[in-house]
T-cell receptor, first 113, second 117 residues
Framework: DAGVTQSPTHLIKTRGQHVTLRCSPISGHKSVSWYQQVLGQGPQFIFQYYEKEERGRGNFPDRFSARQFPNYSSELNVNALLLGDSALYLC????????????FGPGTRLTVT | SQELEQSPQSLIVQEGKNLTINCTSSKTLYGLYWYKQKYGEGLIFLMMLQKGGEEKSHEKITAKLDEKKQQSSLHITASQPSHAGIYLCGADLNPAASGGSNYKLTFGKGTLLTVNP
């Protein structure tokens, strides 16, 4: 079975632009979470979606939004990009909300210039 | 201060040596996850621990969650160059009994492991 997939792999954007990142979970997994990882730090939780509903939100501004589709894939949108949004964006999937192994995708490297 | 502290921050060992990485929480750990990351890449799942005293092993890597559920250790036996990378611990700090309905992992900053041949 394929693991978690993310697209694109790399992305370069200019300040003020908008970006959409995509994630496909492992087949059968209904929960998708998004994390931001800046250089030298551990991943920081942004959102969790389960059964197409937002179930958790981290300490990120409203410029960050996400959604989950009926096939459980997910998009992360970031508006009005800032230089500080440059990071590795990781998607993770798990079977359910709690107590299950969480598997991460390869990430999307976003650079904002 | 960080909710989850990893030590050491970096580690250089000679191939064949044993090593231990620690992860200490300021709160009770309801789930503890160990991941390995190559620089700039995604996280590779290693192990998940949930019960105090639980110990799991995979190949030459052993992880344990202490009885009080506030610390975990990752031990590598007879290290190899393939073990090199960043080891991250991620914790579920939300007690399920509280009805928490999200599944947020809090991560430490990671431990950079270098294994010299």
């Amino acid at each position: 079975d394929a693991g978690v997939t993310q697209s694109p792999t790399h992305l370069i954007k200019t300040r003020g632009q908008h970006v959409t990142l995509r994630c496909s979970p492992i087949s059968g997994h209904k929960s998708v979470s998004w994390y931001q990882q800046v250089l030298g730090q551990g991943p920081q939780f942004i959102f969790q979606y389960y059964e197409k509903e937002e179930r958790g939100r981290g300490n990120f501004p409203d410029r960050f939004s996400a959604r989950q589709f009926p096939n459980y894939s997910s998009e992360l949108n970031v508006n009005a990009l800032l230089l500080g949004d440059s990071a590795l964006y990781l998607c993770a999937s798990s079977l359910a909300l709690l107590g299950h192994e969480q598997y991460f995708g390869p990430g999307t490297r976003l650079t904002v210039t | 201060s960080q909710e989850l502290e990893q030590s050491p921050q970096s580690l250089i060992v000679q191939e064949g040596k044993n090593l231990t990485i620690n992860c200490t929480s300021s709160k009770t750990l309801y789930g503890l996850y160990w991941y390995k990351q190559k620089y700039g890449e995604g996280l590779i799942f290693l192990m998940m621990l949930q019960k105090g005293g639980e110990e799991k092993s995979h190949e030459k890597i052993t992880a344990k969650l202490d009885e009080k559920k506030q610390q975990s250790s990752l031990h590598i036996t007879a290290s190899q160059p393939s073990h090199a990378g960043i080891y991250l611990c991620g914790a579920d700090l939300n007690p399920a009994a509280s009805g928490g309905s999200n599944y947020k992992l809090t991560f430490g900053k990671g431990t950079l492991l270098t294994v010299n041949p």
